[in-house]
């Protein structure tokens, strides 16, 4: 994505600071770089009379001196008025098509007990993908019935405890699990409420979707026709036959999910137009009726200024009317739908606070135009500034396995210096420990500041980790104007406390 290659048009701010050529083409010179722009934001985030940022009136530096930083800051309203925006768009769009659409939060994106009790009490359901995002959702008392699980290499006791916890659905993952499952329920004399995971052949990416006949991937059971041992029959098709003939199996319906930072309908629209005609087909073979489909998660936000996320009744609307007119051509009465947006729903929620450390500010060769009489391109260096800050890949691990981009902006006080390009990293031993790879940032950011990068809600405290020691960031909600932790930060002790002693060794 970075472009050194290519000089960005110059622009001019009011400060007359001008872009850097060694920005990526999708970055602009900020008009106001104390400006937040508000899809980034979650609702309830603003600067006060003293330009220091605020969530739901609590000021930044109120939440370093009570709680430290690396700090994960939630807006509990603002998780909950997503949560309740999808269920209410999609329950509308789908209203006549099928009474309505079940939400699950998908709980890997992130989960503690407090955001699971958030989650049901929105009347949303919770996606757990191991037994310990199930005994999360006991915890917080999740009725199990509200509950299914994801994974493609489920083990003998998270199928059991989905049993004993009288879970909703199993979403099953392959043949063979399916064969374990069907054993396992048989031995406990249960019935496991089973979906079936296909891949559609549908990839999206965030601007784009690709469509694939076979599919290469580990998840999910391939519709296409001629993938496994039995001639003829998809191992999706397979699936469904052996299901159908295990006494101790329900077989619900069907499940996909395509990916993930989706910002365009097209890619679910197909998705639902493959798995309807194939649901139809399946019905029809083996006279069963299928009642549910679950149509994944993966809708997107806006991490940068040019991320352009629909809102979610513009998606359910389309979703809609792709499986209204399937399901009439089909001649089928719709099953139930259900979606498990995760990131949609808590990635915009919460930024990181970090505070600053370390500068410097290196120079970069860069070819830049020059009249031809000057002898035509040449390379001219231009800064770029490195922000250190107090966490880094361990709390947000999304740019170095990703290349994932994200913003940031100067959170303690506003500035009236000109913007300059930078590059917000980490404290770990990686070069590539980068939180932010390009964003135009005051000059005068200082030792001391806090920085918060918006949209860290999703994928970044779920996949944190102690590398170097660090201890993982606590995350506080905060909800009229009083902030709580909802999951405290680590402490020495606790990086400790499973190191078993020299005595032991
Ligand atoms: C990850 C995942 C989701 C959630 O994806 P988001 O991009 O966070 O919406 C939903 N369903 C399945 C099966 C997943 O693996």
């Known amino acids: 994505m970075i472009s050194v290659s290519e000089p960005n048009t110059v622009q001019q701010s009011p400060n007359n600071a001008a872009a850097s050529p060694l920005a990526p083409e999708w970055l602009t010179l900020p008009e106001d770089v104390n400006a937040l722009h508000s899809p980034m934001w979650a609702e309830g985030v603003r600067r006060n009379d003293d330009g220091e940022l605020t969530v ?5 530096s109120e939440l370093k001196a009570q709680f430290g930083t690396p700090l994960f800051v939630m807006s509990e309203g603002d998780f909950r008025a997503r949560a309740r925006s999808f269920k209410d768009a999609f329950d509308a769009a789908f209203e006549d098509i099928c009474g309505g659409v079940d939400v699950y939060y998908a709980g890997k994106s992130f989960l503690c007990t407090a955001v699971a009790s958030w989650v049901a009490e929105e009347g949303l359901r919770l996606d757990t993908c191991s037994g310990g995002e199930l005994a999360v959702a006991a915890r917080a008392g999740i009725d199990g019935a509200n509950l299914g699980l994801h994974g493609n290499n489920k083990s003998d006791a998270e199928i059991n405890r989905a049993l004993d916890m009288k879970l909703g659905r199993i979403v099953v993952d392959s043949l063979d699990e399916l064969e374990r499952v069907a054993k396992i329920a048989s031995v406990r004399g249960e019935t496991a409420k089973v979906m079936l995971r296909l891949t559609p052949g549908v990839h999206a ?18 519709m296409a026709g001629d993938t496994t041992e039995s001639a003829g029959l998809s191992a999706a098709e397979e699936a469904v036959a052996a299901a159908t003939s295990y006494s101790n199996v329900e077989l ?9 930072q989706i910002f365009e309908p097209d890619g679910f629209a197909l998705a639902a137009v493959k798995l309807l005609g194939f649901l139809a087909a399946m019905q029809t073979k083996y006279s069963i009726v299928l009642p549910e489909l679950d149509l994944g998660g993966g809708y997107g936000i806006a991490y940068t200024p040019v991320d352009t996320p629909r809102p979610p009744a513009e998606i359910a609307q389309a979703m809609a009317a792709v499986v209204r007119s399937k399901c009439a051509e089909l001649g089928i009465t719709s ?4 979606i498990e947006p995760g990131r949609a729903i808590v990635g915009t929620s919460t930024f990181t606070l970090y505070e600053v450390g370390t500068l410097k500010t290196v120079r970069v060769d860069a070819p830049v135009a020059a009249p031809v009489d000057a002898g035509g391109n040449q390379n001219v260096t231009f800064p770029r500034r490195y922000v250190s800050v107090d966490g880094g890949m361990s709390d947000n691990a999304r740019p170095v396995l990703y290349d994932a981009d994200y913003s940031a902006i100067l959170a303690s006080r506003t500035s009236d210096a000109a913007p300059q390009l930078s590059r917000v990293v980490g404290k770990h031993c990686e070069s590539g420990d980068i939180v932010v790879r390009d964003v135009y940032l005051p000059e005068d950011v ?10 860290t809600g999703a994928y970044c405290w779920a996949l944190s980790s102690n590398y170097n020691y660090l201890a993982r960031p606590g995350v506080v909600a905060v909800r009229n104007g009083s902030a709580r932790l909802i999951v405290r930060g680590e402490t020495e002790e606790d990086l400790l406390n499973r190191d078993m002693g020299v005595a032991n060794v």
């Open 252 to 260: 619900l319906g069907l499940h996909c999910h395509i990916g993930s």
């Open 56 to 60: 739901d009136g609590v000021p930044v």
């Open 335 to 338: 099953p139930r739908i259900s």
């Open 446 to 455: 200082a030792a001391g500041d806090l920085l918060a990068v918006p949209g």
């Open 205 to 222: 990416h965030t601007h784009e979707f690709i469509a694939t006949a076979h599919e290469d991937q580990k998840f999910g059971l391939s």
